[in-house]
Nanobody, 122 residues
Framework: QVQLVESGGGLVQAGGSLRLSCAAS????????MGWFRQAPGKGREFVASIWSGYYTDYADSVKGRFTISRDNAKKMVFLQMNSLNPEDTAVYSC????????????????WGQGTQVTVSS
């Protein structure tokens, strides 16, 4: 069983930065692929980034070059550094875990956090 708790969301102006954190419980955290997803009002859940096997990463085209996913297995944490934010990035951001390789499909993830709100003002 894995429990996930996100933090770091907030209100930021366009062009600004935020760093999201996700704290995980569980004895085998390092073996889990971790993903970040977001959901804007009235829209479906959207893949943002994933990291697995320590250093493999994948990004949605919409965030590539602006967002960076990383993890600290010793602290059981995963991070999402978000730079050059724009209003289209406004959403609830959630981290997720699956005991396999990374995936862009939210249905392939077994564990989810409660989410943290990110609002980017123009």
């Amino acid at each position: 069983q894995v429990q996930l708790v996100e933090s770091g969301g907030g209100l930021v102006q366009a062009g600004g930065s935020l760093r999201l954190s996700c704290a995980a419980s569980g004895r085998t955290f390092s073996s889990y692929a971790m993903g970040w997803f977001r959901q804007a009002p009235g829209k479906g859940r959207e893949f943002v980034a994933s990291i697995w096997s320590g250093y493999y990463t994948d990004y949605a085209d919409s965030v590539k070059g602006r967002f960076t996913i990383s993890r600290d297995n010793a602290k059981k944490m995963v991070f999402l550094q978000m730079n050059s934010l724009n209003p289209e990035d406004t959403a609830v951001y959630s981290c997720a875990a699956r005991n396999s390789a990374g995936s862009r499909s939210p249905t392939r993830y077994d564990y989810w956090g409660q989410g943290t709100q990110v609002t980017v003002s123009s």
